[in-house]
Structures are given as structure tokens and as C-alpha cells.
């Protein structure tokens, strides 16, 4: 029996940027595989080479030299296009910085992608309210960031990312903008989404705690992976929806 594709799939990846004695080798040969409904975390010391990984991972980069197969699908040969229809297809995006429009409303920034989608008025609007009930936020709709706590904010960020059912959610730093408490209730809900929904998540983090929320963790150094590891087992999420709370 031959064994199951792997939904990412990375041999001797390569990024240089610049040219002649200005060239810098970011990743020097990377090959990992990443299984459908996995949790992996990326980590490394500054210059490592991880978030040019989550750039070629989301498809917003393009690898020097090597393969990227995503579904089998060779990633690396596909036209700028066909790359952008296929990371609006399959992935969904958390970032750091929340990206939120700040004059416009929760409802509304959910709604995001569903307009560059093309979908109608109607089915934007319960797509985006069920994303925001996902992530604990019935009842905030009309609530502009301004509005809104940090963690609430990175919640309507997360619920962006979800509304088009995206196969892979991509977490730069998901909590780097976060206390101590609401980086936790926010990687309870993104551990949730993962063990529940089984969307596969890639996440960037410099913090070992946050990291362990993961199935396995990699550490990048110079440009290469150096080691992985397997975290420490935390206890499942139930499948209840996390609470938003005014104070989450």
C-alpha cells in the first residue's frame, strides 16, 4: 500500500535574493512534508530563513530552486495567476498586525475575501456571520476594530482567514500583538479549528509555550532545518466555540 500524499511537500528549496557579491542565500536546500490536518510550528533565531519559509509555504514568494508540490500539484511551474487562484482557493491568512480596516466593520472586514470572490451580498454576509460565531464573536458584527480588544481583533482576523474554508491556515506570529492571557485563548481557538475542523495550520512563532500548542516543531538555523521535535501533549480543545467575551 503506497503511502498517503502529503498535502505540502517542499525537496531542496532555495531562495537567494540579490545578485553577485550582494547575493543572500535565505533557505540552502529545505524538504519538508506536511501531512493533511497537521499543526506545524516554525521557529528560528532572526535570519534563519523561517518567514521566507511561511512565503513560499502561502505562495506569496517563489522558490530559487527546488520543488513545491501542494495536493501533488507542482506549485513551483504554475504562472503568478494561477498561484494567486489557487492561495484564495486553499489558504487563509493570520497575521501579526491584525490588517484590519479600521473605519469598517467586523461583518464587513470578514467579508473581505469573499468579495474578491465574487459571492453575492447575501451569502457574504451569513458566510461572515457564521465565521464570526466560530470564533466567539456573535453579537459584534457592527463593532469596528476601534471597537475592539486585541484579542477580539485578532479573532475577527482568524474568522477572515476561515470564512472561505481554507484547507491551510498560515499564523504569522498569531499572538505577537497579545498579552499572556489572550495569546493563549487565541491559540485555544486555533488549536481548536485544527483538531476539530482538520484544517491544516502552519504557524511562525519565536515563543517555545506558543509553539507547543503544535504537533511538531521546526527549527530553522541558517537557512536550514536543524532539528524537529514533538511538543509535549496539551489537552485537546473541546468542540465548543471558544468564548469572545468583552475582555477577550
Known amino acids: 500500500m503506497n503511502p ?11 531562495k537567494t535574493y540579490g545578485q553577485g557579491a550582494a547575493a543572500f542565500q535565505a533557505l540552502r536546500g529545505v524538504d519538508l512534508d506536511v501531512q493533511p ?3 506545524v510550528a516554525i521557529m528560528g533565531p532572526s535570519g534563519s530563513g523561517k518567514s ?6 502561502g505562495l506569496l514568494d517563489t522558490p530559487s530552486s527546488g520543488e513545491y508540490r501542494f495536493q501533488g500539484v507542482p506549485v513551483h511551474t504554475l504562472s503568478r495567476d494561477e498561484r494567486a487562484r489557487l492561495r484564495r482557493r486553499y489558504f487563509g491568512f493570520v497575521f501579526q498586525g491584525f490588517h ?11 467579508e473581505l475575501p469573499l468579495i474578491y470572490r465574487g459571492e453575492r451580498a ?19 458584527e457592527s463593532h469596528t476594530p476601534a471597537e475592539l480588544s486585541g484579542g477580539q481583533q485578532q479573532r475577527v482576523a482568524i474568522a477572515r482567514a476561515i470564512v472561505t ?37 502552519l504557524m511562525v512563532t519565536h ?7 503544535a504537533r511538531r516543531v521546526v ?27 468583552e475582555g477577550a
Not at 498517503?4 to 532555495?14: A, D, E, H
Not at 485563548?185 to 475542523?197: G, H, P, S, Y
Open 4 to 14: 498517503p500524499v502529503p498535502l505540502i511537500q517542499l525537496r531542496r528549496i532555495t
Open 37 to 39: 490536518g497537521d499543526f
Open 52 to 57: 521566507t519559509a511561511m512565503n513560499l509555504l
Open 100 to 110: 484590519l480596516l479600521p473605519r469598517t466593520t467586523a461583518l464587513e472586514n470578514v
Open 122 to 140: 447575501r451569502e457574504r454576509h451569513q458566510a461572515a456571520r457564521a465565521a464570526l460565531a466560530d470564533v466567539g464573536l456573535a453579537g459584534w
Open 165 to 201: 474554508r481554507p484547507q491551510v491556515l498560515l499564523a504569522d506570529e498569531p499572538t505577537g500583538n497579545l498579552d499572556s492571557q489572550r495569546s493563549h485563548e487565541i491559540m485555544t481557538l486555533i488549536q481548536q479549528l485544527n483538531a476539530t475542523r482538520g484544517i491544516t495550520v
Open 207 to 213: 515563543e517555545a509555550d506558543i509553539a507547543a500548542y
Open 219 to 245: 527549527h530553522f538555523r541558517d537557512g536550514r532545518i536543524e532539528r524537529e521535535e514533538v511538543p509535549a501533549p496539551r489537552a485537546q480543545p473541546s468542540t465548543g466555540t471558544a468564548a469572545g467575551g
